[in-house]
């Protein structure tokens, strides 16, 4: 199995351009999270998904990051306009209650942003 | 707030050595704690959580509530373990919400 797949895994862009992430979770895997990492950090979650719906969104940037989960499969993370700061690793992990280690988080190779 | 602090950023043992890498908590209540490896250039990766009390590739951890620690340790460092760890803490009752720390490089030399 392929595991998480995110895309692209690289990406280079002037600031204030839109950009988006796309990730494919899990085959099966309900929950999906969007981690953002900056260097020398570690990963920082921004949303959590359950099916469909974001339960957890409470540390979004919603100004200027939104993300859907349309038919609770993949997942695409978009950042409107970007800015400098927003340089940094974006990681897609997903998980399943039903899994033999319940809620263990699989994580993605992620995507590196950066931002010129 | 939940908060997980690896004081160090970087350490450095002699293969065959013992290992401690550190891990602090700060949580009102019985939280659940993690160990996530990192290896280069994969992805990362649960290494063990305290609930299983598992040993895994040698590693052992476990959780002193009165000093609200977490220390990964292994007796005998091997090269292979050169990789970037991070503690992380979640609320009880699942994995779901991982509060993460800045990691601890740790590098095994021959």
């Known amino acids: 199995e392929a595991g998480v797949v995110q895309s692209p895994r690289y990406k280079i862009i002037e600031k204030k351009q839109p950009v988006a992430f796309w990730c494919n979770p899990i085959?099966?895997?309900?929950?999906l999270y969007w981690y953002l990492q900056n260097l020398g950090q570690g990963p920082e979650l921004l949303i959590r998904?359950?099916?469909?719906?974001?339960?957890?969104d409470s540390q979004l940037p919603k100004d200027r990051f939104s993300a859907e989960r349309l038919k609770g499969v993949d997942s695409t993370l978009k950042i409107q306009p970007a800015e400098l700061g927003d340089s940094a690793v974006y990681l897609c992990?997903?998980?399943?209650?039903?899994?033999?280690?319940?809620?263990?988080?699989?994580f993605g190779p992620g995507t590196r942003l950066t931002v010129l | 707030a939940q908060r997980v602090t690896q004081p160090e950023k970087l350490l450095s043992v002699f293969k065959g050595a013992p290992v401690e890498l550190k891990c602090n908590y700060s949580?009102?209540?019985?939280?659940?704690l993690f160990w996530y490896v990192q290896y280069s250039r994969q992805r990362l990766q649960l290494l063990l959580r305290?609930?299983s009390r598992e040993s895994i590739k040698g590693f052992t951890a476990d959780l002193n509530k009165g000093e609200t620690s977490f220390h990964l340790k292994k007796p005998f460092a091997q090269e292979e373990d050169s990789a970037m760890y991070y503690c992380?803490?979640?609320?009880?009752?699942?994995?779901?919400?991982?509060?993460f720390g800045t990691g601890t490089q740790l590098k095994v030399e021959l």
């Open positions: 992990a997903s998980s399943s209650r039903t899994s033999g280690r319940a809620n263990e988080q699989f």
């Open positions: 085959s099966g895997h309900n929950t």
């Open positions: 998904y359950e099916n469909e719906e974001a339960v957890d």
């Open positions: 949580y009102s209540g019985s939280p659940e």
């Open positions: 305290h609930i």
């Open positions: 992380a803490l979640s609320p009880p009752g699942g994995g779901n919400k991982l509060t």
